[in-house]
């Protein structure tokens, strides 16, 4: 059981630690935000959606859902507009002369912009489908559920440290310079994943 929750872990960080949507929203939180508690409402349902996910692929019930043409464009084409939506937001927010300026989310719409960047990225169900599902078939009773906690609990921690982290190098940053140029960066990282699920599609649709 030992080895299969150390295998969960390192497969968990691995899949987890690239910087994508999910990360950069976190991560920004916990910059803008006044104090690190109001960063929490994004954290907690960033963590129970990858919870769902997580359970969901090991499961087995991610596979078939994908298995289901219409359903799986529907879900592309989502993810594709809703991604463009962020990278601007993300590109906007970063031209702010001034970080106080950027307006810090209310718990409500951290909440809704938590569960967007989680459940409408196609990209992080297909690789939850991909890896965690997959990997967990070499593991059968107690050890899958330990790989399973395993991948739980490092989802957990690492959207801890991500806002933990933008909270200090916001206080170490008084300028504001090092966070408008990271929004910069994670706007051009969300539209190339934007750029990447539109080729997807258009592959999917017309293979």
């Known amino acids: 059981m030992n080895q299969a929750f150390i295998y969960g872990v390192i497969l968990a ?31 907690l349902t960033a963590f129970i959606c990858d919870t769902i996910l997580i359970i969901a692929s090991v499961a087995g019930v991610s596979v078939i859902v994908l298995t289901i043409g219409w359903l799986k464009t ?12 962020m990278g601007f937001s993300t590109w906007n927010s970063s031209s ?4 106080s300026a ?10 809704v912009f938590a569960l967007s960047v989680s459940i409408l990225n196609p990209h992080a169900i297909i690789d939850s489908v991909a890896v965690i599902g997959s990997n967990s078939l070499n593991f ?17 921690f690492w959207f801890i440290i991500l806002s933990l982290t933008g909270h200090f190098i916001h206080r170490m940053d ?11 960066i994670s706007a051009l990282i969300i539209w190339g994943v934007a750029c990447y699920t539109g080729y997807q599609l258009v592959q999917d649709i017309f293979n």
């Open 13 to 43: 960080f691995g899949l987890i630690l690239p910087l994508g949507v999910q990360n950069i929203f976190i991560f920004n939180q916990g910059a803008i935000q006044p104090k690190l508690r109001y960063a929490m409402p994004c954290v």
């Open 74 to 85: 529907l879900i592309f084409i989502t993810g594709f507009i809703f991604l463009l939506y």
């Open 96 to 99: 702010q002369s001034d970080t």
């Open 102 to 111: 950027i307006k810090a989310l209310s718990p409500k719409r951290q909440i």
């Open 140 to 156: 059968t009773g107690n050890e899958r559920i330990s790989y399973t906690i395993a991948c739980i609990l490092v989802s957990f």
């Open 174 to 184: 008084s300028s504001g310079s090092f966070i408008r140029i990271i929004n910069k």
